[in-house]
């Protein structure tokens, strides 16, 4: 028996119609279960920061998202895209971590955790916690086959040994390449830029023979170019997509542990993120907001918002898949 029913509204039956500021908090106020019965796509929450290099405080990310996911729809009114009717949507919780402290455990924990929700050919959409957690997810979405990546970010992330560690949040797609869970030829990543302690700092992303299209092209062309080349680069064939915050300038997102200046807008965000319909998605990712740097919540909720569109993406993908 549910305790309290519309009188007047019939359509606040469903949770997600209810006011806003009600409900327990989960991403975007869908149902929240931890078994992977009648589920198409996962929101996971990782909430582990083990991997950054300075700024702590992503492990806390994906509690301040779904808190501001609350403020998010049912609908995308410029796309049409209704995501929850086109798949079973449910928030699996929390990938917590049971030993924080050992850095390559516990990215092994996140791997654990993600292969049984991709064995039961659910797609997962994680919420992190720091860029490291990329590595392990795409262990297990990408075992049997490489993917394409699209990686929207300030910071390509294919470093190596950084203070005697090779798993750190400025690495995880060499690993990935290393390894042969993405196809560099099919990796595009979009929005870099900043200071670096190495004149070669992003060598192996352009050696393998991933695109990178830093932040000046991306200014001088347009998202509407950068949408063209991702399209271009990774083709018809399944592709993951990682977004990091610090893609964002610092002006609309401060509450993240590696901030550039001279990023995107918001809005350049998401015109690209809606430009990508119709790849084929098996997985995705949101990472590296860090609420103690969080003035007014701001960040957390343009990563809220860039995540809605990121679901959209999926759900078409998944609803492309299915058998008809």
Sequence with gaps: MTLKQPARYPDLADPQARPRYTGISTFFRTAHTETLAD??????????????????GARHGPRAVRDQSSLLRRYNAATGIKPFELARIRDLGDCWIEQPFELTGALAEIEAFLRPIVEANVIPVSIGGDHSISWPILRAVAAK????LIHIDAHCDTGDDYLGSRFHHGAPF???????LI???????????????DADMWGF???SGMRVLDMEEFHDNGWA???????????????????????????QAPGTGTPEAGGLTALEAIRLLRGLRGLDFVGADLVEVAPSFDPGTL???????LLFEILCLVAEAWDARKPK
Aim: charged share 25%; net charge negative.
């Design 39 to 56: 589920v198409d796509i996962g929101l996971i929450g990782v909430p582990f920061d083990g991997g950054v290099t300075n700024r702590t």
């Design 145 to 148: 086959r490489p993917a394409g």
């Design 174 to 180: 060499r690993r990935a390449v290393e390894e042969g």
């Design 183 to 197: 196809d560099p030829k099919r990796t595009i990543q979009i929005g870099i830029r900043g200071t670096t302690n």
């Design 205 to 207: 992303s352009r050696d």
């Design 225 to 251: 170019h950068a949408v063209r080349e991702a399209r271009h680069i990774v083709g018809d064939g399944p592709v993951y997509l990682t977004y990091d915050i610090d893609s964002l300038d610092p002006a």
């Design 299 to 305: 960040t957390a909720f343009n990563g809220a918002s």
